[in-house]
């Protein structure tokens, strides 16, 4: 989105507010028009006035998580990112958003174990989605699982060959020689095998989610 557009965002947000200062949509909006300039305090803190209007909104709970993660509040204290993503899961847990966000931020603080519980349940909500399928190769490789790493790295690049080629680019540019030794290929038959019984796999277990209309109408 242009600055202008920005802008003009904002000017409509803030009409909105001074029309009715308990439009939390407005709120919501303006959050993420400065989000995205990253001003993360101002997002921050609409998202929290938000909240006092909605706060059982699972979507502002989520957005206030992803700000919090960003400026590295991640831990378990009140307030913390992972503190609103487990209150916007209890909400709504099948949520894909808020858990995706959630096993990023346990990703972080080098949970890697439960981030990986959490990304194969959400590898059962959207079996297509290659960017999970990428996250979930990178906790198995931070803790030792190499195979099981370079089988979720081909699955995303089946599904997402564009996508994710430059993230796991950059992602295999950090990785120390010596280990990328013992890695095997990407082109490997073994891992293309692999690659589609895992896929196949997942579609076969997923099930039609019923998305919740709790959060922003």
Same mark, same amino acid.
């Given at each position: 989105m242009s600055?202008?557009?920005? +802008? %003009?965002?904002?000017? #409509?947000?803030?009409?909105?507010?001074?029309?009715? +200062? %308990?439009?939390?949509? #407005?709120?919501?909006?303006?959050?993420?028009?400065?989000?995205k300039q990253e001003f993360f305090d101002l997002a921050d803190a609409h998202l929290v006035r938000a909240l006092t209007i909605f706060p059982q909104s699972c979507l502002l709970l989520t957005h206030l998580g992803a700000v919090r993660a960003r400026v590295g509040r991640l831990n378990d204290s009140p307030g913390s990112s992972l503190d609103c993503l487990n209150k916007a899961v209890s909400i709504d847990p099948n949520n894909t958003l808020a858990r995706y966000h959630r096993a990023c931020a346990l990703t972080s603080l080098g949970r890697y174990q439960e981030a990986i519980s959490e990304f194969e349940r959400l590898v059962l909500l959207c079996p297509r989605e290659a960017m999970i399928y990428f996250r979930l190769g990178q906790a198995y490789q931070k803790i030792g699982n190499i195979p099981q790493a370079m089988i979720y790295f081909s699955c995303s690049m089946e599904l997402d060959p564009k996508g994710v080629n430059t993230d796991l680019h950059?992602?295999?540019?950090?990785?120390?020689?010596?280990?990328?030794?013992?890695?095997?290929?990407?082109?490997?038959?073994?891992?293309?095998?692999?690659?589609?019984?895992?896929?196949?796999?997942?579609?076969?277990?997923?099930?039609?989610?019923?998305?919740?209309?709790?959060?922003?109408?």
């Open positions: 600055m202008d557009n920005l +802008e %003009r965002a904002v000017s #409509a947000f803030r009409h909105a507010l001074r029309l009715d +200062e %308990r439009n939390y949509k #407005a709120r919501f909006g303006l959050s993420n028009v400065y989000f950059d992602f295999m540019a950090s990785v120390p020689p010596s280990s990328q030794a013992s890695m095997p290929s990407l082109d490997s038959s073994d891992t293309r095998v692999a690659t589609q019984e895992t896929i196949q796999a997942r579609r076969r277990r997923a099930r039609p989610v019923r998305y919740s209309r709790r959060g922003l109408p």
